[in-house]
């Protein structure tokens, strides 16, 4: 007897082909400007903190960007800025130990969203710098019925923690599900118990990917 394939949610904002889009986050921009004056170059977290900067002022990329995580990179490159680094392991605090190292002589502006997992800020202050931040954007959960919840035994992909967050506020984890998430810091918010794997990479193709094994067990 063949086993009925599991079904797959991906909760990013983004749809991808094989999978079933349930989008948990939405965004709205906090500011109207950006001051520019108080920076020499700029750190970006997300791909939506970089498509909010372009949003408010396309200007940004006439300043050398550091980023968190290669599709944050990427965002970046396409709209035409300049990343000057990245980390190669794509976590905040990777992120603050070079910036310690590299970085210390940069007046650095945080574009970040108004809820963040790491506190880059306090981190850096420790080491004597001070790390100027400017919310730019917020997210907020999307509200579903009951009745939209994933069937049971299905897989569930997690690309942040506000994903996980927002899941929770909407459904009852059943303990049938598998979690893929996209890197240890969004794991840690999964509930006790709950079975997961972690993609290869922190990417959303590879989080795919990771979910296509899955279907197999």
Not at 62 to 67: E, K, L, S
Not at 88 to 117: E, Q, T
Not at 180 to 205: E, N
Request: charged share 20%.
């Amino acid at each position: 007897m063949v086993r009925e394939t599991r079904a797959t949610y991906l909760l990013s904002p983004s749809p991808r082909e094989d999978v079933i889009h349930l989008p948990m986050i939405t965004f709205a921009l906090t500011a109207e400007k950006i001051d520019f004056s108080v920076c020499d170059t700029l750190m970006f977290s997300s791909k939506q903190a970089v498509k909010s900067a372009e949003a408010i002022d396309p200007g940004w990329k006439r300043t050398p960007c550091i980023a968190i995580g290669r599709a944050t990179k990427e965002q970046i490159e396409s709209l035409g800025g300049n990343v000057i680094h990245h980390p190669a392991n794509y976590y905040a605090d990777r992120l603050a130990d070079d910036i310690i190292a590299y970085f210390s002589d940069k007046k650095l502006l945080y574009l970040r969203p108004k809820a963040v997992s790491f506190d880059s800020k306090g981190y850096l202050a420790q080491a004597g710098i001070d790390l100027q931040e400017q919310i730019i954007y917020e997210t907020s959960c999307i509200d579903y019925g009951g009745d939209q919840a994933p069937k049971a035994d299905a897989v569930i992909i997690f690309t942040s923690p506000s994903s996980i967050h927002c899941f929770l506020k909407n459904f009852v984890w059943k303990e049938s599900y598998t979690a893929v998430v996209i890197g240890s810091a969004t794991q840690k918010h999964l509930p006790k118990g709950a079975h997961f794997v972690v993609a290869d990479t922190p990417l959303i193709d590879a989080c795919i990917a990771k979910a296509k094994e899955v279907q197999s067990y």
